[in-house]
């Protein structure tokens, strides 16, 4: 596709059920962020992946959030025991290549609602 | 540590109006990147500008124009002319380079265009 996309849109889990994100890149692209949007704020990053490397993770709230690209393309974004303070949207973003003067392109984001 | 403020939480003006949004940031890089991302209602960011420490030229692309003083540490976003479809939530961000490629946001500015 032309763009960054991601799956599911919403999510609504249960307190303590796993869910599982998924984001598409830009074909190409090289880089892979994901950030956490909570309602009204700015977005937080979370981690970022080049190629197949995690090599940045510092932004993951707990162990119950874990982030993989096996294969350099496809991003999975894994929570375990959703607590209510996840609720957020999930943001995806690939770029070009490395180095903080690319520019990342997002993705529309899955809205996660925990009850 | 990086950090982006942007002070005006929202700011409402009438179409045709000009109107300038603020951002300052802080970092230790002395090479450094920076953004402003809209977000309209639909939730996706959408990138408008990227601009790098060592060029601090003005830049103009139709009505919007950026302004980057490194003295104030500000990188302002002035819309001329406002119309209703520049109504959005307008972010700020901050990468530094290899290591740093992450971005900071600030808390976003939310416009209105009232008609």
């Known amino acids: 596709g032309a763009g960054v996309s991601q799956s599911p849109r919403y999510k609504v889990a249960k307190r303590g059920q796993d869910v599982a994100l998924r984001c598409d890149p830009i074909?190409?692209?090289?880089?892979l962020f994901w950030y956490q949007q909570a309602l009204g704020q700015g977005p937080e990053f979370l981690t970022y992946f080049q190629n197949e490397a995690q090599l940045d993770k510092s932004g993951l709230p707990s162990d119950r959030f874990f982030a993989e690209r096996p294969e350099g393309s496809v991003s999975t974004l894994k929570i375990q025991r959703t607590q209510q303070e996840d609720s957020a949207v999930y943001l995806c973003?690939?770029?070009?290549?490395?180095?903080?003067?690319?520019?990342?392109?997002f993705g529309p984001g899955t809205r996660l609602l925990v009850l | 540590a990086q950090k982006v403020t942007q002070a005006q939480t929202e700011i409402s003006v009438v179409e045709k109006e000009d109107v300038t949004l603020d951002c300052v940031y802080e970092t230790r890089d002395t090479t450094y990147y920076l953004f402003w991302y809209k977000q309209p209602p639909s939730g996706e960011l959408v990138f408008l500008i990227r601009r790098n420490s060592f060029d601090e030229q003005n830049e103009i692309s139709g009505r919007y124009s950026w302004n980057f003083q490194k003295s104030t540490s500000s990188f302002n976003f002035t819309i001329t002319a406002s119309q209703v479809v520049d109504s959005a939530v307008y972010f700020c961000a901050l990468s530094g380079d290899f290591g740093n490629e992450k971005l900071t946001f600030g808390t976003g500015t939310r416009l209105t265009i009232i008609p």
């Open positions: 973003a690939s770029s070009l290549g490395g180095g903080g003067q690319e520019t990342q392109y």
């Open positions: 074909s190409g692209h090289v880089s």
